[in-house]
């Protein structure tokens, strides 16, 4: 089965920094998306920020012009920089992948069990 590892996750500061990564188990056939979302206790989940096959990456409100998504190429690990970080980013972030593996052989969405990062005051 295809298993997606988050790691880099922890308790930070506010203002500091945190560089997360997600390395699937095995190579997908075929990736259209990958990268982040983030829930918070009580709130619902939201995207943070995605890059597509074109490497065009997408945030979500509260991330733009903070964090940052790549990719390695073939995309077996994605990864997020994220600065100036507010206690509000506190949350459990969500890798995500949306591509095609071997099993199934159709395009579906993939969710690792996530990294908690929390911010601090």
């Known amino acids: 089965q295809v298993q997606l590892v988050e790691s880099g996750g922890g308790l930070v500061q506010a203002g500091g920094s945190l560089r997360l990564s997600c390395t699937t188990s095995?190579?997908?056939?075929?990736?259209?998306?990958m990268g982040w979302y983030r829930q918070a206790p009580g709130k619902q989940r939201e995207l943070v920020g995605l890059?597509?096959?074109?490497?065009?990456?997408t945030y979500g409100e509260s991330a733009k012009g903070r964090f940052t998504v790549t990719a390695d190429n073939p995309k077996t690990t994605v990864y997020m920089q994220m600065n100036s970080l507010k206690p509000e980013d506190t949350a459990v972030y969500f890798c995500?992948?949306?591509?095609?593996?071997?099993?199934?052989?159709?395009?579906?969405?993939?969710w690792g069990q996530g990294t908690q990062v929390t911010v601090s005051s």
């Open positions: 995500y992948v949306r591509g095609v593996h071997a099993v199934p052989f159709r395009e579906s969405d993939y």
């Open positions: 095995q190579k997908f056939f075929y990736i259209n998306d």
């Open positions: 890059i597509d096959k074109d490497g065009r990456a």
